[in-house]
């Protein structure tokens, strides 16, 4: 990067800009640097948003499978509960589903 100025490189630069307006070049260019800068931070901001929502949507996703896993045992065990209770002299005791445990 570049070198910062030494102090007595301040002070003279100061002095030379004392009641001096700035160019019309010069101001173009510190806003249209102050504009990247803007836009370099959207960015970063859009990127860290983007990557929120896919963790969001993941854990969504992952919310989601387990609770259709966890109905899907429950439909099983139901459904062997019942072949089981159809079936004459069973002396097995039903199956509890996962959510009642």
């Known amino acids: ?3 910062e100025p030494t102090d007595a490189e301040r002070e003279e630069m100061s002095e030379n800009a004392a009641g001096k307006p700035e160019d019309p070049n010069s101001q173009y260019l510190r806003a249209a640097a102050e504009n990247e ?3 370099a ?4 901001a859009d990127t860290l948003l983007a990557l929120a929502k896919a963790e969001e949507a993941r854990a969504n996703a992952a919310a989601t499978g387990e609770g259709v896993e966890r109905a899907q045992v429950d439909q099983l065990v139901e459904l062997s ?8 002299g069973n002396p097995q005791a039903p199956i509890q589903p996962a959510s009642a445990q």
């Open 1 to 3: 990067g570049a070198v």
């Open 37 to 39: 800068v803007a836009k």
């Open 81 to 88: 509960n019942q072949l089981g209770a159809a079936q004459p």
């Open 41 to 44: 931070v959207k960015a970063r």
